[in-house]
């Protein structure tokens, strides 16, 4: 969630930053802007008439003690509590509100981001040439299918689109990769972490992933107790809340960590559907970096991150751009 401090200090820098992303957020942003200023106009009204309850409550035994009758006291005490009760009611459904919205703003890019989609990402390094054949190379989809290393009819049959079984050589080879992720990782001074796969909700949104994307994971409600849980989207989920709601030191930092999870989602079929194979599954496997860090260090971080993945890809062999 962005800094309210920083929307109202910086609302027009706001807006011109989320539009780089595609975003426009003048409605949204004035409508927070407006929300806070009421919320806080309430507390403010609220806590003076919180004041004058509290001293008259105070005199109520001195009229008591000089003989004097305190009903009208007492029925300006009640009004006043009355009015308290209502606009503690409405500054609870404002905050609501102010936070609706300010959890469905996306996080601000960094300011070097090129402007508008995709299309528009600019490549940074090159690695390798590209594969050259001197025939016509076969859709992936043909070739799991023909050598036995992906069952799609029976991945269906067991739970629908979106799902695909790997077989033999096929899950050994998935199984060499997750392998191959994770120890270069743990070389590098990673920790490995093997998170829940059913995640509270309060994990997808310290992640800044719901209430955007609640819709888009798989949910489990426990009869025995009520609760609703969440089937892990994505590492990231799991491992932003690890340390959640406690205090790390410098001297803590920075902690690398690494996390092997199936991840399930129920938005597949509908991004680039359109493309034969596997793009995104209800349920693939992944291997996901993260680190905590200092503010100050989050670009490093970040640098490190991204040097990392490019490094394993290049170690498959593969011909591939960072945009």
């Known amino acids: 969630m962005l800094d309210i401090n920083y929307i109202k200090s910086n609302p027009d820098e706001v807006i011109e930053r989320l539009a780089i992303k595609g975003k426009d957020a003048k409605e949204e942003i004035a409508k927070i802007l407006e929300l806070d200023a009421k919320r806080r106009s309430l507390i403010s009204s609220t806590e003076a008439l919180k004041a004058e309850q509290n001293k008259l409550s105070k005199m109520i035994p001195m009229y008591k003690k000089e003989g004097k009758d305190p009903s009208e006291i007492f029925a300006k005490s009640k009004e006043i509590g009355a009015t308290v009760k209502a ?8 905050a609501a509100e102010l936070s609706s919205y300010m959890l469905a703003l996306p996080n601000l890019p960094d300011r070097d981001l090129k402007a508008g989609g995709k299309e528009n990402n600019e490549p940074i390094r090159y690695f390798g040439e590209p594969h050259k054949f001197d025939f016509e190379p076969k859709n992936h989809v043909d070739l799991c299918t023909n050598l036995g290393l992906i069952d799609y009819e029976r991945g269906t049959k067991l739970s629908g689109s979106g799902f695909w079984i790997y077989r033999g050589m096929g899950a050994r080879l998935e199984w060499a990769l997750l392998n191959y992720f994770i120890d270069t990782h743990l070389g590098d001074g990673y920790e490995l972490i093997l998170p829940p796969h059913m995640l509270e909700y309060e994990c997808g949104l310290t992640a800044g992933q719901f209430p955007k994307f609640a819709d888009e994971v798989y949910k489990i409600e426990n009869p025995t107790d009520n609760r609703m ?91 591939f751009r960072t945009v």
């Open 87 to 94: 606009n503690d009611e409405e500054i609870k459904a404002v």
């Open 229 to 319: 849980r969440y089937m892990l989207p994505t590492a990231e989920a799991a491992l932003a809340s690890l340390y959640r709601n406690e205090i790390l030191t410098e001297a803590d930092l920075p902690k690398k960590l690494v996390s092997y999870t199936p991840c399930f989602r129920r938005e597949a079929g509908s991004y680039r559907s359109d493309e034969r194979g596997m793009v995104r599954g209800h349920q693939f496997n992944k291997v996901e970096m993260f680190q905590y860090t200092l503010p100050e260090k989050s670009d490093e971080a970040f640098d490190e991150l991204v040097e990392k993945a490019e490094k394993l890809v290049s170690g498959l062999g593969f011909h």
